[in-house]
């Protein structure tokens, strides 16, 4: 049975509480106080992180989306996007909104929320960088990205173990795969060194060790295994597919 299949299907024994349980609970019209009564499964579980990765990208998203002050159109066709592209059944789909509109309250407890979802994923800095990655594509869904965006993603960032050079390195990398990928042409060879986070000038050798690097990083099976909801698969899918794209108009580019 599924994540989802054991949250929805009973069976429950161990109280997965704090903020992202109460938030779940309600997400998932599950009426409890402290948290939703999840089966029995201790932290670090593949299951209840996958749990906890769903939770905090949806209300996450609600929150960076509303962090110039308004949502945008663009923004809201993100998250409906990725939610499209997971394949969500009705009623995860249901949950998805409701955590997205949670995440817009003035009340959302974000802080707690990070801290807790770090505490979840215990040192699984592939899986943190996805959830990472996803938000940045969300805060440029409307092509604009102001400096209150930017201080969000930075709060974010920090608060999951990542510092400034390292979001910056991702938004430019996250930036140009989103190019390759919106493009009805051919995209530069600038953009395709930009989506592997590589200079120019890199020599082959280093070329091939980032490549693989960013393959094993978001290697679908891999990020499933530490947590990555199953249904987002396609979204680390799409990953590795800009990430070869671009090695591979490099390495034609250098011959």
């Given at each position: 049975?599924?994540?989802w299949g054991?949250v ?23 009426q409890?106080?402290k ?6 499964l ?14 905090a ?13 308004q ?5 809201i066709?993100?998250a ?28 959302f ?6 801290h807790?979802f770090?505490?979840?994923?215990q040192?699984?800095t ?12 969300t ?19 920090t ?15 996250v ?5 390759s ?5 051919k ?15 890199i020599?082959d050798?280093d070329l091939?060790?980032a490549?693989?690097?960013?393959m ?12 990555l909801?199953?249904?987002?698969i396609?979204?680390a ?8 794209s671009?090695y591979?108009?490099i ?5």
């Amino acid at each position: 049975m599924s994540w989802w299949g054991k949250v929805i299907g009973g069976g429950f024994g161990f109280m997965f509480g704090g903020p992202l349980g109460a938030l779940a609970g309600m997400a998932m019209g599950h009426q409890f106080d402290k948290g939703l009564n999840i089966t029995e499964l201790e932290s670090g579980n593949t299951e209840r992180i996958q749990l906890a990765f769903f939770t905090a990208t949806f209300s996450v998203m609600g929150y960076l989306a509303k962090a110039d002050g308004q949502v945008s159109k663009s923004e809201i066709q993100m998250a409906q996007n990725i939610m499209e592209q997971m394949n969500l059944n009705p009623e995860q789909r249901k949950a998805a909104i409701e955590l997205f509109n949670k995440g817009k309250q003035d009340d959302f407890e974000l802080d707690a929320i990070l801290h807790q979802f770090k505490q979840e994923c215990q040192r699984r800095t592939n899986l943190l960088q996805m959830f990472l990655e996803i938000l940045i594509a969300t805060a440029f869904a409307d092509n604009s990205f102001d400096k209150t965006e930017h201080a969000a993603l930075q709060h974010i960032a920090t608060s999951i173990g990542f510092n400034a050079q390292q979001l910056d390195h991702l938004i430019s990398m996250v930036t140009a795969q989103q190019k390759s990928h919106s493009s009805t042409s051919k995209p530069s060879i600038g953009n395709a060194y930009a989506v592997l986070g590589v200079e120019k000038d890199i020599s082959d050798a280093d070329l091939k060790k980032a490549y693989r690097r960013l393959m094993s990083q978001h290697h679908p099976d891999k990020l499933v295994s530490k947590g990555l909801p199953e249904e987002m698969i396609k979204l680390a899918n799409e990953k590795t597919s800009e990430i070869k794209s671009a090695y591979e108009q490099i390495k034609t580019s250098r011959k």
